[in-house]
């Protein structure tokens, strides 16, 4: 015997309260970022850091910005939860204290971050958003969470990633945990082989078009090229920049707010990302003096 609930179709909206009333605020986790009670994804290449990104921006949203290496500036604190399905116990170790070092936090902070941010190494967990039972799992664990990461989705779901109906499925469940809890979920995600060097565009994910499709905010992030180095310094008139230390971060897909602008990181010891300024390098006319340059 079947034990699948009947579906009950939902009660109408109060239309006359929404024509009457004032809405109030969206609440982004912060400005120009994913909205509470949705499903957002971070795409980017292998090794191009977004796991370091997710992780300083847990602590910043954790924190109500009091860490926030990233320059995020979120409004608001919260718990959150990191899910790591992917690496070791001793791996996120490393980074979370590369963080450290490179943000210069005093105790108290190192304290709140303690407070706020759950860091759960899931790996070999058995974790898959097709069990149901995982599923129930998972939204009891939102529950009174501001944001929930998981890293990967590769490695949260035992389903064929390019089937956009096996993606709407899992998606649909990271949907219903976000709309009953009020978390805001985000999962990490990679993009294609083909597209290691467009992973600003909203089509670089892998596999199925529902990944972003289905999401309500899509951020990026990717390795600085040779070429953008050369064009690239630290200060106004200075050297060029090393392309190995760092990377840029973006938004490609927002469904609520106006796409920010590009961010540069810079890799730390460790690897960790904090934002930096980085100054385009203006070339000369032939034979002109320091004033004599063309326009940016």
């Known amino acids: 015997m079947s034990t699948k609930k009947k579906f009950q179709f939902p009660q109408p909206l109060p239309i006359l309260q929404f024509l009457r009333d004032e809405p109030p605020p969206l609440d982004f986790l912060w400005p120009g970022g994913p909205l509470a009670e949705t499903v957002s994804t971070l795409v980017s290449p292998g090794g191009a850091g977004k796991s370091y990104f997710a992780l300083a ?47 210069n936090l005093p105790w108290r902070i190192h304290e709140r971050i303690a407070e706020q941010l759950d860091l759960v190494d899931a790996l070999g967990a058995g974790f898959d958003l097709a069990d149901p039972d995982c599923a129930d799992a998972l939204m009891e664990r939102a529950d009174g969470v501001r944001l929930l990461i998981i890293d990967t989705m590769r490695r949260a779901h035992s389903l064929d990633e390019n089937s956009n109906g096996d993606m709407a499925r899992v998606l649909g469940v990271l949907e219903r945990v976000a709309a009953r809890t009020g978390a805001a979920i985000m999962y990490l995600h990679h993009v294609s082989k083909n597209m290691y060097a467009a992973a600003e565009q909203q089509a670089a994910a892998r596999g199925a078009s529902v990944l972003v499709d289905n999401a309500r905010w899509a951020g990026w992030v990717r390795k600085m090229e040779a070429t953008e180095a050369e064009r690239h310094s630290l200060q106004d008139r200075g050297p060029p920049v090393d392309p190995r230390f760092y990377v840029e971060w973006g938004v490609s897909k927002s469904n609520y707010t106006a796409i920010p602008k590009s961010q540069w990181l810079e890799r730390g010891k460790g690897g960790a990302l904090n934002h930096v300024e980085l100054f385009p390098i203006v070339p000369k006319k032939k034979g002109g003096g320091d004033g004599d340059i063309l326009g940016s």
């Open 57 to 103: 921006a847990s602590m910043a949203v954790a924190t109500g910005g009091a860490a926030d290496p990233l320059r995020l500036t979120p409004q608001v604190g919260g718990r959150v939860v990191y899910l790591s399905l992917e690496d070791i116990a001793h791996v996120l170790h490393h980074r979370v204290s590369a963080i450290r070092k490179n943000s």
